[in-house]
């Protein structure tokens, strides 16, 4: 946090102020309250105010039902990288029953393939197809971290955390959540953006 802090104070970064969205954070709570599994009062708390900040200040330009989206995901994909380390298998098997179309081993997890489903419906196809496989790139990168928390990464293996950073970091995910169908409905408009708009992406989020 002092890092972050102190580079954003250096870029003279001003902070947008965009109001909270009560609506969002309700009807995310009450999304939450369905999942039949006790994560925690804690838990929740935080699944709400950082999904829903989110949606309210890099999205904020985006319809409601593309904030839901936004603020829904990031909150099914932060019970896979905060808490997920509990949970392997649910994690690791994501991607196999994601494709089978098997039922996943947590109800967090299939609520998210629902919204996988859905992506083609609020984002252009370039866009959705990037989420999807950004999803599904992103939680095994998750998994590969759990599962190798104790290796040693070799002396000329110098760029092995960088490659898994890229792949953890949801980047094309959140990078082609500013973009909705009813805006641009081809990406050709946009495209050239996304290399600085990921990388921003990755170094902040």
């Known amino acids: 946090q002092t890092i972050l802090m102190g580079f954003l104070s250096r870029c003279a970064y001003q902070p947008p102020k965009t109001s909270r969205d009560l609506q969002l954070r309700e009807r995310l709570a009450a999304e939450i309250s ?15 105010e950082t999904s829903c900040s989110y949606a309210e200040t890099a999205y904020c330009h985006t319809s409601s039902e593309h904030r839901y ?19 392997p298998d649910s994690v690791a098997q994501f991607a196999r029953r994601l494709i ?9 997890f299939d609520r998210l393939a629902e919204l996988l489903k859905e992506a083609h419906n ?10 999807v496989t950004g999803t599904v790139d992103a939680l095994s990168a ?6 190798t928390a104790g290796m040693k990464v070799a002396p ?12 953890a970091g949801g980047g094309p995910q959140y990078t082609h959540f500013m973009f909705m169908r009813s805006w641009r409905e081809t990406a050709d408009s946009y495209l050239q953006l996304l290399p600085e708009i990921e990388h921003w992406t990755l170094g902040t989020k």
Do not use: H
């Not at 089978?100 to 967090?108: A, K, V, W």
């Not at 998750?142 to 599962?147: G, K, S």
């Not at 000329?156 to 792949?167: G, W």
């Open 34 to 48: 369905t999942w039949s599994i006790d994560l925690g009062f804690n838990v929740v708390s935080k699944m709400i």
């Open 69 to 87: 989206y936004i603020a829904l995901y990031t909150a099914c994909m932060l019970y896979g990288e905060d808490l997920g380390e509990r949970d």
């Open 100 to 108: 089978s179309g098997q039922q996943q081993l947590n109800p967090i």
């Open 122 to 131: 609020y984002w252009t196809d370039v866009g959705a197809d990037a989420i």
């Open 142 to 147: 998750t998994f590969i971290e759990f599962a």
């Open 156 to 167: 000329l293996a110098s760029r092995y955390p960088y490659y898994l950073r890229t792949r």
